[in-house]
């Protein structure tokens, strides 16, 4: 099983980056893949998931309306479009599977997630 994530760089505040997780060893279509991130220091925090069972997307709160999570079945990758980029959306992103729709990003469901991927950085400068 293996998740890369790919897209990350540093751009100026009101920017976009678009962020692919590429899934591989795994029934991508049963799975819920999400993203999360981290800054040090502090705890992972979810950001959005996509729910490839029934299409479901789900977002936390503060980026509501700034990004946007989709996914393609026929090359298993998951993208993150996150524009109107802030500096408190600076962190190391992850993206992550669980054998199951998806969890609310606003809450604490990391340890649901069975795979997880190595991170990718971006940074939002003022």
Same mark, same amino acid.
């Given at each position: 099983?293996?998740?890369?994530e790919s897209?990350?760089?540093e751009?100026?505040?009101g ?6 997780c590429?899934a591989s060893?795994?029934?991508f !279509? !049963?799975?819920g893949i999400?993203? =999360? ?14 729910s ?7 977002y936390?709160?503060s980026?509501?309306?700034? =990004?946007?999570?989709?996914?393609d079945s026929a ?7 996150m524009?109107s ?7 190391v ?5 669980d054998r199951a729709?998806c969890w !609310?990003?606003?809450?604490?469901f990391?340890?649901?997630y069975d795979?997880?991927g190595?991170g990718?950085q971006v940074?939002?400068s003022?």
């Open positions: 099983v293996q998740l890369v897209g990350g760089a751009v100026q505040a920017g976009s980056l678009r962020l692919s590429v060893g795994f029934t !279509d !049963d799975y999400a993203w =999360f991130r981290q800054i040090p220091g502090k705890e992972r925090e979810g950001v959005s998931c996509y490839n069972s029934d299409g479901m997307t789900y936390r709160n980026v509501k309306g700034r =990004f946007t999570i989709s996914s090359k298993n990758t998951v993208f993150l479009q524009n980029l802030k500096p408190e959306d600076t962190a992103y992850y993206c992550a599977a729709p !609310d990003p606003n809450y604490d990391e340890y649901e795979y997880w190595q990718t940074t939002v003022s």
